[in-house]
């Protein structure tokens, strides 16, 4: 037994041995071969280009006082790590830089040249010492020209090494918080109650109705309309006059509390300011880009007709058809198109497909338009009238058509999702879908 123990040892440390040194020297060799041929390996914290001169703070880009762009000069940095050097070249230097591109990475001199005569690579001198290099990523331009992708991956890289300073200012607004609190955030808006996003617990206040459960990634969803807000540029708070206030978006943490409040800039236009009363500084904003104040607290809910945790993925499943005393039981083929199958009856496929989409919540109908409480007088009168009944995945659902929206009643969970519905021709009846 006390042999065994031994031997299991020592082919335990054979392992971790063999682990080491081959395995963790595959890795080694394989980051190696992926930047063996860069010309800029190290990392970029320094650039001079023709309308700027860019210092890397802390994550981000500075000329002097002024935040520079974040997705600008992440797409510079990623640009000048694909260059990559096929071989040294010996010769005169105005051969091959006729129209040189100068600029410089951490305070030492580049030059860009001419394409190869080949046209499949360009020369780029690093001081005094010439190569032949080529550019290893992805174009962003589309041709049916292959030779031509060379050319244009060359241009993209001196294109945006050649902006002008005002283009590469940032205008995300959240850029200039890098710091900024994301416990909770408090939303209100004109016209509206203020409501809370609580990221920790992944909760709102108010909590959503009964059956109705909040968005699986709330911080992801917000950060998504935070990213959007963009400013035209930052004004004097001093001297900043205000007209009318339009919402406030308040971002809480235990130690800090940032506040951004929206303010319509005057009676004559659409133009508004972010102020933070805090810091004392005021944006000039981009119209069309303040989703975030605005969207109410519903689109932070998943507002599905069937709850996710009662919905459950099917290659077919049946769903019984009610009205009055029609019945039919259909089975519901998950392809591409919709199938149905049925006994007795003949299925309308484009409206049947319509239907589907509103109860399994797909396509346009990912997301009910909004969704209220069932109340006790509601239900008597749903169930009282002649409505097309559907039983499916345990749920029981009544199609209540209105003039100007389709509303699908959850009876089993006790709410309405409301659809917003203009096409007369559809009335959500079982004649509607079987004849």
């Known amino acids: 037994m006390k042999k065994n123990l031994v031997l299991f040892g020592i082919l335990l440390v054979l392992l971790v041995a063999t682990y080491f040194f081959q395995e963790k020297r595959a890795e080694k060799e394989y980051v190696e071969s992926q930047t063996r041929d860069r010309v800029i390996t190290q990392e970029i914290t320094h650039l001079k280009l023709p309308h700027v001169e860019a210092v890397k703070k802390n994550g981000s880009w500075w000329s002097g006082d002024v935040l520079l762009s974040h997705n600008t000069f992440k797409q510079i940095e990623r640009k000048l790590s694909e260059v990559s050097k096929i071989k040294d070249i010996q010769g005169e230097w105005k051969t091959y830089f006729p129209h040189p591109f100068q600029f410089e990475v951490n305070h030492e001199q580049w030059t860009i040249g001419d394409l190869s005569l080949d046209k499949q690579a360009f020369y780029i001198a690093q001081g005094k010492k010439i190569m032949l290099a080529e550019i290893l990523g992805e174009s962003t331009h589309l041709t049916q020209d292959e030779t031509e992708i060379a050319s244009i991956k060359l241009n993209e890289l001196v294109t945006s090494l050649s902006k002008p300073f005002k283009d590469l200012k940032e205008t995300q607004l959240f850029r200039f918080y ?193 969704v209220s409480n069932l109340s006790k007088t509601e239900r008597q009168q749903v169930l009282s009238e002649n409505n097309l009944r559907i039983e499916v995945m345990g749920q029981e659902l009544v199609l209540w058509r209105k003039t100007q929206e389709l509303i699908v009643v959850n009876l089993t969970q006790g709410f309405k999702a409301h659809f917003n519905l203009l096409d007369e021709n559809f009335r959500g009846t079982f004649e509607d879908v079987l004849k």
């Open 178 to 370: 890098p710091s900024l609190p994301l416990g909770q955030v408090v939303v209100e808006a004109e016209g509206s109650l203020p409501f809370e996003l609580d990221f920790i617990k992944n909760e709102t206040i108010p909590s959503p109705i009964s059956g109705i459960s909040v968005h699986k990634d709330l911080k992801g969803k917000f950060f998504s309309l935070l990213t959007q807000i963009t400013m035209k540029e930052e004004v004097d708070f001093k001297t900043l006059k205000k007209f009318k206030k339009m919402g406030a978006i308040k971002f809480i943490n235990p130690k800090e509390t940032v506040l951004w409040e929206l303010w319509l800039k005057d009676d004559k236009s659409a133009d508004a300011y972010i102020i933070d009363p805090n810091t004392k500084h005021a944006y000039l904003m981009v119209g069309g880009t303040l989703r975030a104040f605005f969207i109410q607290l519903q689109d932070y809910w998943d507002k599905k007709v069937i709850p996710p945790q009662d919905f459950k993925s099917f290659t077919r499943t049946d769903a019984e058809f009610i009205q009055g005393e029609k019945s039919a039981t259909v089975t519901i083929v998950n392809r591409e198109p919709l199938a149905f199958e049925v006994k007795g009856f003949k299925v309308e496929q484009t409206k049947m497909e319509q239907l589907v989409h509103f109860i399994f919540n797909l396509g346009p109908q990912d997301q009910a338009d909004r």
